[in-house]
């Protein structure tokens, strides 16, 4: 079985080029550690069918293509507007090369469906050192349902990855 989660850094980090000095410069030193966003909902999705067509030939494994849950907990944000296209992209690909996609962003967007938190990275020191904080009080402090800062998932969050990908796992989904 071979999981696939790409697209998240394809939308945040050229969000991040647009925002103050210290997430500019966090950006770049991103894209030097090698992760390149593509340009866009195109290339995201000509680069992502065809890393699964080299998959496919190399191996007859199930792939299990996971979509992205949220970037923000405001549906209605840009960045969740691109991410339903990059979702829509994914699902394409996983029907047209039998590939399994777990429902994860379904399941996100029931939970956020009338939440309007446009709490987004509001912090870049605050992403640097959430690491030594509990999970689920940095979420309660921020009003936060999925995740700790709008990207990074809290334990809820995970659980529906977990959730999702063990049906999937078990041929249930």
């Given at each position: 079985i071979i999981i696939i989660s790409a697209g998240h850094n394809d939308i945040i980090i050229p969000q991040m080029d647009k925002m103050k000095f210290f997430y500019r410069f966090c950006s770049k030193l991103?894209?030097?550690?090698?992760?390149?966003?593509?340009?866009?909902?195109r290339d995201f999705s000509f680069i992502y069918e065809d890393m699964i067509k080299k998959v496919k030939k190399i191996s007859d494994s199930k792939i299990i293509l996971l979509p992205l849950s949220c970037i923000s907990e405001d549906l209605s944000s840009s960045l969740n507007i691109k991410r339903e296209v990059f979702n829509e992209i994914i699902k394409e690909i996983g029907e047209k090369y039998n590939c399994v996609v777990p429902k994860i962003d379904e399941e996100f967007n029931k939970l956020l469906l009338n939440s309007n938190n446009k709490y987004f990275l509001d912090n870049i020191f605050n992403t640097?050192?959430?690491?030594?904080k509990p999970i689920n009080s940095l979420?309660?402090?921020r009003k936060l349902?999925?995740?700790i800062d709008g990207v990074h998932l809290n334990l809820l969050g995970a659980n529906i990855y977990k959730q999702e990908i063990m049906s999937c796992l078990k041929g249930e989904c």
């Open positions: 991103i894209k030097f550690r090698g992760s390149i966003p593509t340009r866009g909902d640097v050192f959430d690491v030594f979420s309660k402090k349902k999925l995740t």
